[in-house]
């Protein structure tokens, strides 16, 4: 290995990178994008219906200690107007107004704004009767026996926002392949790899200094907004050796779709459904369920799952252990292979 | 003014560029996201809670559940297919309807039944499946309601259904990314290529190339815009009020496609400034994904005035009285738009070439 002409690749790259002012200031500004995103977004769960309750001369503890209650969030409102304009207003989902007395005649007005959804019209309506079943003590012809599958997150509910932490990391690591797919495959069209080979540098060691920069790149980026947005707080050790192998997936990847590209734009016809695909197990975190498990077969769902868990779920290295495991195959296989694909692209070129 | 050699060089570009990925990529990418973007995003914002159910018997229960549309309801066919959808929050409930159910509770039987609650589901989730089974399974067994409940609406305001929040996302896209990529990219390549310097020494002067690159993205992004409407079948009763917002978007997103392009040296340099404008043009709409959000935010971003008054068209059927105001911001914008591409092409020509 030429180290000195490794590391003379890798700052002339990074020099021409830098010395395009609007190119580098984009990224950052790309960035800061992800960043605003993340901050704009609600940082906490709501997990409660919220109701308000107007009940004159009615004990509103009488609705509170029913079987439904933790999903309900009931408000004590002084007058029926003002239950009616808070309803109006969106602060409750909807108003309850009792009359009479539980023990003896006894109504219920459910007040609903105009522009709820059907559904949760009939779930209002689903919640309340069950209400006044329980509060007239008419119990039902079933015993529930509850049990929770998977960790009880009740009270303690990922904010959406902390889910696309994933999401964040891999749209920036595979936005970076563009950029290296599109820089390597010019220089092999524009035959600037070719005058560097007649230097003492050998084609390992340009396809080194290539692996370097775009591993450098994507990962500062990638680490840059996850600590801002607090994907380090837990367990920085993990998720910087999780990134930096997600970096250098995608070197790897960058090198598959420099060797079938021609230019920035063939790189993107190729990387594009690439990335979509890439993506999908951070959307998967996003929307739990939508995918079985032949997600598994995608390698970013490695990185995916490993920030996922440790930034949110406070795992350890006892539990994505073998995430990395996998991850590490899988960069072997396809760095092999993609530096393979590019010295062929070479060698015709 | 030379239409036509305008009109020669506009040729040209449609016919060359169904070759360029950017053009595919503007015209197929809003179409695919119509049909893709409604599916993934409608299940991904979906907040109904959802019960997945094995019968081991014939329950009517089943059905009830099914017609009932508080939940939505999935069946499965064994035990462990139940428990592992519960386990990876398929659904956020399973419950395991017993042989003979029916007739037991009919008969007054007090019973068991397991229910299953996916670990990561809301508190409102669970109640309101606890609720709404405990309600059908009392339907079932002829329980009367106690008390009397009267539901009373309140306000004229109509519920927005999901789809209908993402029609302005895929309309701007459809104008935006027509508009700013295929003006902006052509441009790029042009300079690239050299083939503008080609192009400039002939009588042809560098606004006609502009102004033909500029009609270019206008012509593509209207025509994806209301393939798109069409699509959505959201042409409210106003379809001419609607063209021209679409004919005014598209000047916005040409303006701003052909200043990128004017800008940025060389496709690499184009990209990442799609990359930063792309999420600032999309962003007003990511405001009617979360109505909760302060929505005044929206209005920061020039290409506000394009979707509000799509919306309020296509959705509240509204004329021109009511997205006047919003109309004339975006002329101005134009305007504004339009003068700093002429002002580049006078007074820095090196950028446009």
Avoid: C, H
């Avoid at chain 2, 499965?76 to 398929?90: M, P």
Wanted: hydrophobic content about 55%; overall charge negative; charged content about 15%.
């Amino acid at each position: 290995m030429n180290w000195r002409g490794i590391k003379a690749v890798v700052l002339k790259d990074a020099i021409l990178y830098f010395r395009n002012r609007f190119f580098a200031v984009i990224t950052m500004l790309g960035l800061v994008t992800f960043v605003i995103i993340y901050f704009v977004m609600p940082s906490t769960v709501d997990e409660t219906l919220k109701l308000g309750v107007y009940a004159p001369g009615i004990p509103p503890e009488i609705l509170e200690s029913q079987e439904i209650q933790d999903g309900i969030e009931l408000t004590v409102i002084p007058s029926e107007e003002k239950l009616k304009d808070e309803v109006l207003e969106g602060t409750y989902i909807a108003g309850l107004a009792l009359a009479g007395n539980p023990s003896a005649e006894f109504s219920i007005n459910v007040y609903l704004a105009s522009d709820l959804p059907d559904e949760m019209r009939d779930t209002i309506e689903a919640l309340i009767t069950e209400m006044a079943f329980q509060v007239t003590g008419k119990p039902a012809p079933v015993k529930w026996q509850q049990e929770i599958l998977g960790r009880d997150m009740a009270g303690e509910q990922i904010p959406q926002r902390d889910r696309m932490r994933s999401l964040f990391a891999v749209f920036i690591l595979f936005t970076e392949t563009f950029g290296l797919a599109g820089l390597l495959s010019e220089e092999f069209e524009r035959r600037t790899a070719q005058a560097l080979l007649v230097t003492p540098l050998t084609l390992k060691d340009l396809f080194t200094a290539k692996a370097i920069l775009g591993t450098i790149m994507a990962f500062v980026q990638a680490m840059i907004v996850l600590a801002i947005v607090g994907g380090m707080n837990v367990q920085p050790l993990i998720i910087t050796v999780a990134v930096l192998l997600g970096a250098v997936l995608v070197t790897a990847l960058a090198f598959f779709m420099a060797a079938l590209g021609k230019d920035f734009i063939s790189v993107m016809a190729w990387g594009i459904p690439g990335m979509v695909i890439l993506i999908i197990p951070a959307f998967a975190i996003m929307a739990p369920g939508i995918t079985s498990d032949w997600i598994k077969v995608i390698p970013s769902y490695y990185l995916t799952d490993t920030i996922f868990q440790v930034a949110n779920l406070e795992a350890g290295w006892n539990e994505i252990w073998s995430n990395l495991l996998i991850l590490i195959g899988f960069n072997i296989v396809l760095l092999s292979a993609g530096i393979l694909a590019l010295r062929r692209k070479a060698q015709w070129a | 003014m030379g239409v036509m050699r305008i009109a020669v060089l506009l040729r040209k570009e449609l016919f060359q560029g169904p070759k360029n990925f950017f053009f595919i990529g503007a015209i197929i990418m809003p179409l695919i996201l119509s049909f893709a973007i409604s599916l993934v995003f409608g299940t991904l914002f979906n907040d109904q809670a959802s019960l997945g159910i094995v019968d081991e018997g014939n329950s009517q229960l089943v059905m009830m559940i099914e017609e009932n549309s508080a939940l939505v309801s999935i069946e499965y066919k064994n035990f462990d297919e139940l428990t592992d959808a519960v386990r990876n929050g398929a659904v956020d409930g399973g419950l395991v309807l017993i042989p003979d159910f029916d007739e037991m509770v009919k008969q007054g039987e007090q019973v068991d039944i397991p229910l299953y609650m996916w670990g990561e589901s809301l508190a409102k989730d669970r109640s309101i499946i606890l609720a709404t089974v405990s309600n059908l399974v009392r339907e079932l067994a002829n329980q009367e309601v106690p008390i009397d409940i009267e539901t009373i609406t309140l306000g004229e305001e109509e519920n927005i259904p999901w789809n209908d929040r993402l029609l302005p996302l895929i309309v701007l896209m459809a104008v935006a990314l027509a508009g700013l990529a295929l003006a902006g990219s052509s441009l790029v390549a042009e300079k690239e290529k050299k083939t503008i310097d080609a192009v400039v020494v002939t009588p042809t002067t560098i606004n006609q190339v502009f102004i033909a690159k500029g009609l270019l993205g206008i012509i593509i992004g209207v025509i994806s815009g209301i393939i798109i409407l069409l699509i959505n079948q959201a042409f409210g009763t106003n379809p001419a009020l609607l063209v021209m917002l679409l004919i005014l978007g598209g000047i916005m997103a040409a303006g701003i496609g052909l200043l990128m392009g004017a800008f940025s040296q060389n496709v690499t340099t184009f990209f990442s400034g799609m990359k930063l404008f792309g999420a600032l043009l999309y962003a007003p709409a990511i405001f009617y994904f979360f109505p909760d959000m302060p929505q005044w935010i929206g209005k920061i971003f020039p290409t506000y005035y394009i979707v509000q008054p799509i919306v309020e068209i296509s959705q509240q059927n509204a004329g021109w009285s009511q997205i006047s105001f919003e109309v004339f911001i975006l002329i101005g914008l134009d305007v504004a738009l339009i003068t700093l591409v002429a002002m580049i092409i006078r007074k820095k020509p090196q950028y446009a070439v």
